[in-house]
């Protein structure tokens, strides 16, 4: 039995598992499916968010050319299946990917999709058009990309630069939404037109988002709910309330802590919760320019200050797991293995000497016991942000800091991130499905979610030979060399991966919760309700 089905077993979870995906029943049409959700993203637009609170309730008002499989647990290339595209092929040295396109697909305000909308789509995202993405988190996930050709109204090529096998793994995510030519960015912010099985209704911050079957969809028979109304509840205790009592049908995706799993099924014996592990981890980003922060040295003795495990231990009980910069085993498929992950900076299971190598950098940089070094710690107003950031201000204490708490809440909060207006953050970043769009645009030089600003060639020349490698071994062995380069280096030291679980009444069908990403699964268009 593998480590994850050991988890789900233990907490008498494996066959609601694996009960949520493999339905025998006859599905049922009708009903509005209500999920709360923590948080109020900036805007509708999945191309501008790097928030799941915005791709997820989006997901389902779009299409994507190609699609992860929505039943299959684990995101990975032999996982993508059609959506607008039904067909694609590479040329002889994998630099041409063309797609034969769906014909017959309406957008929702009734105009025809054509090759020109994916040409205008990417044109957006390389920065190409006229019109201007307000935020363009996923710039550099396409620095390979030159340009995106239609031939016709039902064909459409994509033109790379260099060979890039995993290539497709980009355009079938839930932030690779397709969009109209005609309708400007500025209207996809406040007001959505998609081609998807939903159609989006309205948008109230701190309230709700909802969004209405789409009578039209290409899909014949798809969706079978009415719509979906997200709740935002930005109380934890509140939220939990309103699923018990039935007031919302599931919780956000991975958002329950272990300890608050318990509770739910203490309160709502028939709920059904299930444990997974998170591609997301809780890190540490240092501003670079702001000195002292300047110096490595003090970045180094801030990464060996961290224990791992009482993360882990604390927040979930001890359900998480210890990672590098990409997901470890059960649910990640390309993080270091756990003899080399050891051996890594910072990851010697003896906190104390590694404390004391910290203390002894801090004592030669001038600090110590009645020199403290004052620091604002800086992270998101959500729990799974502010419960970390609390047990890592004390740690940090016993390495000669004085750290404060600041909390800012999400609209302001990745703004603040993005011009630096920070000295230390405890933040969150996803890490896969594959290595590719996370290690270049977290860690290459001037990539587009490069928050701390580091930039090291010989990593860049790294990112881009695994990028090129078509040997999956070989690319494995060259994403391990980063890992440790980057832990040499001190980049955005990783704490923990936090294992999530989900709650949903029984009657909810259909949906599917990945183990390899928190993006991806949220079309719903399979999801029923059972009363």
Same mark, same amino acid.
């Given at each position: 039995?593998?480590?994850?089905?050991?988890?789900?077993?233990?907490?008498?979870?494996?066959?609601?598992?694996?009960?949520?995906?493999?339905?025998?029943?006859?599905?049922?049409?009708?009903?509005?499916?209500?999920?709360?959700?923590?948080?109020?993203?900036?805007?509708?637009?999945?191309?501008?968010?790097?928030?799941?609170?915005?791709?997820?309730?989006?997901?389902?008002?779009?299409?994507?050319?190609?699609?992860?499989?929505?039943?299959?647990?684990?995101?990975?290339?032999?996982?993508?299946?059609?959506?607008?595209?039904?067909?694609?092929?590479?040329?002889?040295?994998?630099?041409?990917?063309?797609?034969?396109?769906?014909?017959?697909?309406?957008?929702?305000?009734?105009?025809?999709?054509?090759?020109?909308?994916?040409?205008?789509?990417?044109?957006?995202?390389?920065?190409?058009?006229?019109?201007?993405?307000?935020?363009?988190?996923?710039?550099?996930?396409?620095?390979?990309?030159?340009?995106?050709?239609?031939?016709?109204?039902?064909?459409?090529?994509?033109?790379?630069?260099?060979?890039?096998?995993?290539?497709?793994?980009?355009?079938?995510?839930?932030?690779?939404?397709?969009?109209?030519?005609?309708?400007?960015?500025?209207?996809?912010?406040?007001?959505?037109?998609?081609?998807?099985?939903?159609?989006?209704?309205?948008?109230?911050?701190?309230?709700?988002?909802?969004?209405?079957?789409?009578?039209?969809?290409?899909?014949?028979?798809?969706?079978?709910?009415?719509?979906?109304?997200?709740?935002?509840?930005?109380?934890?205790?509140?939220?939990?309330?309103?699923?018990?009592?039935?007031?919302?049908?599931?919780?956000?995706?991975?958002?329950?802590?272990?300890?608050?799993?318990?509770?739910?099924?203490?309160?709502?014996?028939?709920?059904?919760?299930?444990?997974?592990?998170?591609?997301?981890?809780?890190?540490?980003?240092?501003?670079?320019?702001?000195?002292?922060?300047?110096?490595?040295?003090?970045?180094?003795?801030?990464?060996?200050?961290?224990?791992?495990?009482?993360?882990?231990?604390?927040?979930?009980?001890?359900?998480?797991?210890?990672?590098?910069?990409?997901?470890?085993?059960?649910?990640?498929?390309?993080?270091?293995?756990?003899?080399?992950?050891?051996?890594?900076?910072?990851?010697?299971?003896?906190?104390?000497?590694?404390?004391?190598?910290?203390?002894?950098?801090?004592?030669?940089?001038?600090?110590?016991?009645?020199?403290?070094?004052?620091?604002?710690?800086?992270?998101?107003?959500?729990?799974? /942000?502010?419960? #970390?950031? !609390?047990?890592? @201000?004390?740690? *940090?204490?016993? +390495?000669?800091? $004085?750290?404060?708490?600041?909390?800012?809440?999400?609209?302001?909060?990745?703004?603040?991130?993005?011009?630096?207006?920070?000295?230390?953050?405890?933040?969150?970043?996803?890490?896969?499905?594959?290595?590719?769009?996370?290690?270049?645009?977290?860690?290459?030089?001037?990539?587009?979610?490069?928050?701390?600003? /580091?930039?090291? #060639?010989? !990593?860049?020349? @790294?990112?881009? *030979?695994?990028? +090129?490698?078509? $040997?999956?071994?070989?690319?494995?062995?060259?994403?391990?060399?980063?890992?440790?380069?980057?832990?040499?280096?001190?980049?955005?030291?990783?704490?923990?991966?936090?294992?999530?679980?989900?709650?949903?009444?029984?009657?909810?069908?259909?949906?599917?919760?990945?183990?390899?990403?928190?993006?991806?699964?949220?079309?719903?268009?399979?999801?029923?309700?059972?009363?």
């Amino acid at each position: 039995m593998t480590p994850l089905l050991r988890v789900l077993a233990s907490g008498g979870l494996l066959a609601a598992s694996m009960g949520l995906v493999n339905e025998t029943e006859a599905q049922k049409t009708g009903g509005v499916w209500k999920i709360y959700s923590p948080d109020s993203p900036a805007s509708m637009s999945p191309l501008e968010e790097a928030t799941v609170y915005a791709v997820g309730p989006m997901m389902g008002v779009f299409n994507n050319l190609v699609l992860f499989d929505q039943h299959v647990k684990q995101n990975s290339l032999d996982s993508i299946i059609p959506d607008l595209a039904m067909s694609w092929t590479w040329n002889e040295d994998r630099t041409k990917l063309t797609f034969a396109l769906r014909q017959g697909v309406k957008w929702h305000d009734g105009k025809p999709f054509t090759a020109n909308d994916v040409e205008c789509t990417w044109n957006l995202l390389i920065e190409k058009s006229d019109e201007k993405l307000r935020v363009n988190p996923r710039f550099s996930n396409y620095k390979n990309l030159d340009r995106v050709s239609p031939n016709g109204d039902w064909e459409v090529t994509f033109h790379l630069k260099r060979p890039q096998p995993a290539f497709l793994m980009l355009l079938a995510g839930g932030s690779s939404a397709i969009y109209p030519c005609h309708v400007p960015p500025e209207t996809m912010r406040k007001h959505p037109i998609g081609t998807g099985p939903f159609k989006f209704v309205e948008y109230k911050p701190n309230q709700h988002i909802k969004v209405t079957r789409n009578p039209d969809y290409w899909k014949p028979g798809r969706p079978y709910l009415d719509g979906i109304e997200y709740r935002i509840i930005r109380n934890v205790g509140t939220a939990l309330l309103a699923f018990t009592t039935r007031d919302v049908d599931m919780t956000f995706p991975t958002q329950v802590t272990v300890p608050l799993m318990k509770d739910v099924k203490n309160q709502s014996p028939s709920a059904i919760c299930e444990l997974t592990p998170s591609t997301v981890n809780r890190h540490v980003i240092v501003n670079r320019n702001v000195a002292p922060f300047d110096n490595q040295d003090l970045r180094r003795a801030i990464a060996l200050a961290i224990d791992r495990q009482a993360f882990i231990d604390i927040l979930g009980e001890g359900q998480g797991d210890i990672g590098a910069v990409l997901q470890p085993a059960p649910g990640g498929l390309w993080g270091i293995p756990p003899d080399q992950m050891k051996e890594l900076p910072g990851y010697d299971s003896d906190v104390q000497k590694n404390r004391r190598q910290a203390r002894t950098i801090m004592e030669k940089l001038g600090y110590g016991p009645t020199k403290r070094l004052k620091v604002k710690l800086t992270t998101r107003d959500l729990s799974q /942000y502010r419960d #970390p950031a !609390i047990i890592l @201000l004390d740690q *940090l204490k016993q +390495i000669y800091f $004085d750290a404060e708490l600041e909390t800012v809440e999400t609209g302001a909060y990745f703004p603040k991130i993005r011009r630096k207006d920070f000295v230390i953050s405890l933040n969150l970043q996803t890490s896969g499905p594959d290595p590719d769009p996370t290690l270049d645009a977290f860690y290459g030089c001037g990539s587009s979610l490069n928050w701390d600003g /580091y930039c090291n #060639p010989e !990593i860049d020349k @790294l990112i881009e *030979l695994q990028s +090129i490698e078509a $040997d999956e071994a070989r690319r494995r062995q060259i994403v391990w060399k980063i890992e440790r380069k980057l832990a040499e280096d001190a980049v955005r030291p990783i704490i923990f991966y936090a294992y999530g679980a989900t709650c949903w009444h029984p009657y909810v069908k259909g949906a599917t919760l990945l183990l390899n990403s928190i993006f991806n699964a949220y079309r719903y268009e399979d999801v029923w309700l059972d009363k």
